[in-house]
């Protein structure tokens, strides 16, 4: 096992049945990197994402995160990672404040913490005048937002992101990535699954997941090179029209 690493994992399997959801995935990913975790819809990142947050046993593998062994250490994996996911996670009929409150104190947060990080936050992200509103009242982009910040709240270790910009209108991508460079600079390792292409270009490095095993693994920068790509598009559908398995 490694422990130098945020996340490490080899030959990661996930068998449902006769059925290989992840089939034998090995990869690591260094401390305060954006890693992005890409592959079309059935490839496996979910579940992979799923058994690295401590939310579902492996069939067979070695995997740590945040040095926390994956099989016999979940409980303190879940509190030193982040989760957002692709759909919207925050309560709708709670304000902006009660959602940082709860959240927070579901990740151990001390209350007095809690009350002078809240409204620096709140101020950070322009919501002050929103902050008593109801959080189904918000733009989507402003929800997806203030669930990135509930996620790092805690300063945890790792923070998974599942798509986390679905739905969002360009500019709001943007400002979402600007925050995603900032956690990343203040320590925090960002794991990204994302649709948008475009996107993989602003990670450290991009792991391509087909039908549950990884197929590369490197720098947009190489990954364009190796397979004469002009854009991680490109490299993406060389890989994809290889994939038996879909939706």
């Known amino acids: 096992m490694k422990k130098d ?14 059925f290989y959801a992840v089939d034998k995935i090995s990869f690591a990913v260094d401390k ?8 079309a819809n059935g490839a496996g990142k979910t579940t992979a994402m799923r058994m690295l947050s401590g ?14 062994d994956v099989y016999k250490e979940q409980e303190p994996i879940k509190k030193n990672i982040g989760y957002m996911s692709q759909k919207f996670s925050l309560y709708e009929n709670l304000t902006i404040r009660e959602n940082i ?22 101020l950070d992200l322009g919501m002050e005048n929103e902050a008593n509103k109801m ?10 937002k203030l669930a990135f910040s509930v996620a790092i709240f805690h300063e945890p270790q790792i923070v998974f992101l599942d798509e986390p910009t679905g739905g969002v ?5 943007r400002q979402f990535w600007n925050m995603i460079y900032e956690a990343s600079e203040r ?3 960002i794991f990204v699954t994302t649709h948008y292409m475009d996107e993989s270009e602003y990670c450290d490095r991009v792991s391509i997941m087909v039908d549950g095993k990884i197929e590369a693994l490197d720098t947009p920068k190489n990954l364009k090179a190796e397979y004469n790509a002009d854009t991680m598009d490109d490299v993406f559908y060389q890989l ?8």
């Open 5 to 18: 690493h945020a996340i490490y994992a080899k030959d990661l399997t996930k068998k449902f049945g006769d």
């Open 169 to 173: 209108d360009p500019i709001t991508r």
């Open 135 to 144: 959080v189904g009242a918000l733009p989507l982009g402003w929800k997806q």
């Open 101 to 122: 409150k709860f959240f927070a104190g579901v990740y151990g947060v001390p209350t007095k913490v809690i009350k002078e990080k809240r409204e620096q936050l709140i």
């Open 187 to 189: 320590g925090i390792t």
């Open 32 to 39: 305060g990197e954006i890693f992005g975790f890409l592959g």
């Open 240 to 247: 994809a029209r290889g994939a038996k398995r879909g939706d």
């Open 55 to 68: 939310l579902s046993y492996p069939t067979s593998g070695q995997a740590t995160v945040a040095g926390f």
